[in-house]
């Protein structure tokens, strides 16, 4: 007995990933690699280790823009600031309440 196949009637799909743009319009350009890198250490040398936020002293802290490069913000070094890095730490904190500033609710909220 032979069998038979049927036709897929759903359309083939396209595997190809869509290319994601890095940056918003009008936003400033990330700096990245070696140049960034130093401007990390910069910063840490500046700010000797401490949390802008909390007043931690670590070496693992995350550099943040005061204002988002997205908002208009600069890669200069007085718009750069270390912070506490990981989960429940100062960083991750004022993601998300940038993250909610963004979806319309509000800092702090």
């Known amino acids: 007995m032979k069998l038979t196949t049927l036709r897929s ?3 083939v799909l396209n595997t190809q990933r869509v290319q994601v743009l890095d940056t918003k319009a009008g936003a400033t350009e990330r700096i990245r690699g070696r140049g960034w890198m130093r401007q990390r250490e ?3 040398l500046r700010d000797h280790y401490k949390c802008a936020a909390c007043g931690a002293i ?3 802290h995350d550099v943040d ?3 988002p490069l997205e908002k208009g913000g600069s890669n200069d070094d007085s718009n750069l ?4 890095s990981g989960p429940d730490r100062c960083h ?4 998300a309440a940038e993250a909610k500033a963004r979806a319309g609710r ?3 909220s």
């Open 65 to 67: 823009h005061r204002i």
């Open 92 to 95: 991750a904190k004022k993601t």
């Open 58 to 60: 670590r070496s693992d």
């Open 9 to 11: 009637s759903l359309p």
């Open 42 to 44: 910069r910063i840490g």
């Open 106 to 108: 509000g800092w702090g």
């Open 81 to 84: 600031q270390l912070l506490c």
